[in-house]
Every structure is written in C-alpha cells, then in structure tokens.
C-alpha cells in the first residue's frame, strides 16, 4: 500500500479548481468534483498502476476520470505535487 502526501502547491490548485467551479457553476458542481478528486486520489492507494510513466524521469501521472487535470507524483509514496488542468490555466 502507498501514502499519499499532498504538497502545498497540490493544495492551492485544488482550491484553484474548486473556486473556479464555484464562480462559474454551483456549489453542487465544487462538491461533485472535490468529492471525484479526492475518491480518485485516495484509490491510488490500492490500485497505483492506474498513474503512467510521467513525461519527467522519476515521475508518475495519473489523469482523471471525466475531468481534465493531472495529478503528479514522485516516488512510491504518491507525493501529489500539483494539478495542471487542460481547459483552465492553473499557476
């Protein structure tokens, strides 16, 4: 079983994601997808060969399902260092 850490810049663009959603949503659409993230996120713990070969030497990614941002990691320990989105721009 693998631990998964989120790092301080995995935290602000969550939040990034969940305020853009709820600026140009509802906040049933921010639960709805918090509640995706987390549950994806969480199943990596049983299931890791769901990320791929990263593009970066060491990493591992591993895309949502029915959204569009990446998660990346670095070790067997799952550190989810940020989140890039494909529609909206995350820092």
Do not use: H
Request: net charge negative; proline share 2%.
């Amino acid at each position: 079983m693998f631990q998964i850490y989120w790092t301080e810049e995995a935290e602000q663009d969550l939040e990034f994601v969940l305020t853009y959603y709820l600026e140009n949503a509802s906040v049933q659409v921010v639960e709805s997808v918090y509640a995706r993230i987390k549950e994806q996120i969480e199943n990596l713990n049983n299931f890791p060969e769901r990320t791929r070969q990263g593009r970066v030497i060491g990493t591992r990614e591993y895309v949502f399902k029915k959204l569009p941002y990446t998660a990346f990691s670095t070790s067997k320990s799952y550190l989810i260092t940020c989140m890039k989105g494909q529609d909206i721009q995350l820092t």
